[in-house]
């Protein structure tokens, strides 16, 4: 393990270790708009697949993607843009593809701690060898700002990721290691406070975009929600003061859908909702 200046690290420190010109790394799409820039940086080709109707990363796809240059495969859940949760038998599926093709697995889980229905489960526990567990204090413990995060996986790889780590970043910041100490083996409450809360918005803002007449899938963990959106739909909602961000910003598969976060509070979620309602109206 290595702790790192946030997830964002993580995922720079794994794929510049691992992969690099003339590699292809599967992506989801629409996925966490860093997976797509990071590939970049390290002059690998990101490849991206689109994820189910319901939201959620398909191991078929992945599949079909790796090509002879596949070097690795990112996997998010609880994802961002989606909220999807992974189903052990995806999970299972992401594990087993890693070690029948050789390829490693990023997997990044910062919000493996916010999960609504089912189970957080790693691809790690069924493929430790071919496995990059990324993961943060930022989203379980509301520690953006701390930039604190770490990467886990079997030694060699381990090896490999300090010794980009050791020149990108010397080390992650001691108040913000002793930060997370605390915050990692203090009561562990308010976490389960806030994933409630979270829950609780959730479905507020699921009924309320169905309410309106949006199809949603309902997101199972993190703190997003991604509904299908008619044309202009999110023109207008910025136009009035909402701010969500347009699918397409994820990737081409996210076109046709917009993100919100509802990471705010509940009476802001309400008064947002009835907005959103107005916008809808007028692009109808
Ligand atoms: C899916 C995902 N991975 C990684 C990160 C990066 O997290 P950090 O703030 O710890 O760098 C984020 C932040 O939004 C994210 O949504």
Aim: glycine share 8%; hydrophobic share 45%; net charge negative.
């Amino acid at each position: 393990m290595i702790a790192t200046a946030g997830g964002s690290e993580a995922l720079h420190i794994a794929l510049e270790a691992h992969v690099g010109a003339g590699d292809e790394v599967i992506i989801p799409d629409p996925g966490f708009v860093a997976y797509d820039a990071l590939t970049k940086l390290t002059g690998a080709e990101p490849v991206p697949v689109p994820v189910r109707d319901d939201l959620t990363i398909d191991p078929a796809a992945i599949e079909d993607a790796i090509t002879e240059d596949t070097a690795a495969f990112i996997v998010n859940s609880p994802g961002n843009p989606t909220g999807a949760v992974s189903p052990l038998a995806d999970v299972e599926a992401f594990a087993r593809i890693a070690r029948e093709h050789d390829l490693l697995c990023v997997s990044d889980e910062v919000y493996g701690r916010i999960v609504f229905d089912g189970e957080h489960r790693s691809p790690a526990e069924f493929a430790p060898e071919q496995t990059v567990v990324v993961d943060a204090c930022s989203k379980t413990y509301s520690m953006t700002g701390w930039r604190l995060g770490w990467v886990a996986a079997a030694p060699e790889r381990v090896e490999r990721m300090l010794r980009v780590h050791q020149y990108v970043q010397a080390c992650a910041s001691a108040p913000a290691q002793y930060a997370a100490a605390a915050a990692l083996s203090g009561p562990q409450d308010v976490v389960t406070e806030m994933v409630d809360t979270f829950e609780q918005r959730r479905d507020l803002v699921v009924d309320g975009l169905r309410d309106i007449g949006l199809d949603v899938p309902t997101p199972e963990g993190a703190f997003y929600a991604m509904p299908e959106v008619p044309e202009g739909f999110v023109d207008e909602c910025i136009e009035r003061g909402v701010v969500v961000v347009p699918g397409e910003a994820f990737g081409d598969a996210g076109e046709g859908y917009a993100r919100l976060s509802y990471a705010t509070a509940t009476e802001e979620l309400e008064e947002a909702l009835e907005i959103m309602g107005e916008a809808y109206a007028a692009v109808q």
